[in-house]
Every structure is written in C-alpha cells, then in structure tokens.
C-alpha cells in the first residue's frame, strides 16, 4: 500500500529566500509524481508533474525532482515572494485500469514573510 | 473555458440527512474523481468513474456513501444519513481520458454535519 511522507510539516521563511519541500513514498511503482498547490478554502492547483521516465520538470520559480529509485522527489523553490504562500502537496500516482490514482501526503504549509 | 464546477460550495445537513454533492468536469473531460480531505488529513481517494460506469470505488465507505455519473448531466456524490465524521471537504477532480495528465481539480464543497 503506498504510504506518501511530506517534511516538513510546516515552513516559515523570510521573502527572497529559496526553500525546498521533500516528500517521500514507499512504492517505487508509480506512474506520476504530481506537486499542487491548496490555498485556504480553495481548491489544488497542479504545479508539475513528473512522469515515472523523468527526472525533473521546471516551471518558472519552481522545480521538481523525482528519484525513484530512492522513493522520493523534492519542489525546489527560487526566490520566495509572499505570493507563495499556500499549503504544497505531493501525490504519487498509481494505475487504475489505465487511469491514475493519487495518494497525497498531509502537505507542507509554507508561509513567507514579508 | 470553465474549470471544473463543483456545488454547493458549503453545505449543512443535521445528522441523519441526506447530503447531494454536485460535480461538472472540465470540457470535454469524461472521467470524474472524489476525493475526500478529512480535518487535519491529507486529501484520500474514494472513487473513479466514467460516464455511466463505476470503475474503482475502492476509497468508498461501504454504507451510506454513493456515487453516479449520468450520460447526462454533473457526477453525484450522496451520503445518507449523514454523521458528524462525515464533516469534511469533498473534492472532485476530472481528466480528458486514461493517460496521466494532470488532474483538473474543483474548488470543493465542505460538508458541515450538526
């Protein structure tokens, strides 16, 4: 059954700084690594996805890894602005008959100071 | 180009109602999710369908808790005799087809239970 570990829980950093995020997952099986972005209220946001024969993706400020072998991938983020507050989750995606499943962690809540 | 609708965005039911929980995927989207964000836990699948086809619900609760995606009209998700550990936020998410894009997610409906 595969488990997904975000560390750490809970992150306060000054504006400007960059930061990165870790998650971690118990079964290397997958067939996605997908990072998303929950604002109070609101519903995810799909920041990147990382397809199982990738290494890495990049959009803008952000990247994301994916080591597989080694059940992990982190969300590398350059030069924090206020803006990127929000709470950041990991989804490693399995397969239902062709489709996707996702098993998310519990997220990071990322706070930057102005 | 609406994303995917999801109503009501806050819903009320005393215990032992019933709740109806509205979904309407992206255009052109013809597989639906649900998911489920318990408080304080990280967001679980509970199932995936089709138009008109029930193809895993291995996330659902055995009783009480349904699910239905019409040839015509939004996806459902219904609880009956709803209880207070029902409280939660509910998410639907929708993809064009089985291939691993990402997810489009809706903005949730946050079922209170008195």
């Known amino acids: 059954k595969q488990e997904v570990t975000q560390i750490p829980a809970a992150l306060s950093v000054p504006e400007g700084e960059n930061l990165v995020l870790n998650c971690s997952f118990t079964d290397s099986a997958i067939y996605n690594l997908q990072w998303f972005r929950q604002d109070p209220g609101k519903g995810l946001t799909s920041l990147l996805l990382i397809q199982s024969s990738q290494r890495e993706q990049t959009s803008g400020r952000l990247n994301a890894s994916l080591d597989k072998s080694s059940g992990r991938s982190t969300l590398y983020i350059a030069a924090s602005q206020p803006g990127d507050s929000a709470t950041y989750l990991c989804?490693?995606?399995?397969?239902?008959?062709?489709?996707?499943?996702?098993?998310f962690g519990q997220g990071t809540r990322l706070t930057i100071n102005p | 180009n609406a994303g995917v609708m999801q109503n009501p965005r806050h819903l009320v039911r005393r215990r032992g109602q019933e709740a109806r929980l509205r979904c309407s995927p992206m255009k052109g989207h013809s597989h639906v999710y649900w998911y489920r964000q318990l408080p304080e836990e990280g967001l679980k699948f509970m199932v995936y369908l089709q138009k008109e086809n029930i193809i895993d619900e291995s996330g659902m609760p055995k009783e009480r808790f349904s699910a239905e995606f019409p040839k015509e009209g939004p996806s459902i998700l219904r609880i009956q005799q709803v209880v207070r550990g029902d409280s939660a936020a509910y998410f639907c998410?929708?993809?064009?087809?089985?291939?691993?894009?990402?997810?489009?997610f809706g903005n949730g409906t946050r079922l209170t239970v008195t």
């Open positions: 989804a490693a995606g399995g397969e239902i008959q062709g489709a996707q499943k996702l098993v």
């Open positions: 998410a929708s993809s064009p087809g089985a291939d691993y894009s990402p997810l489009h």
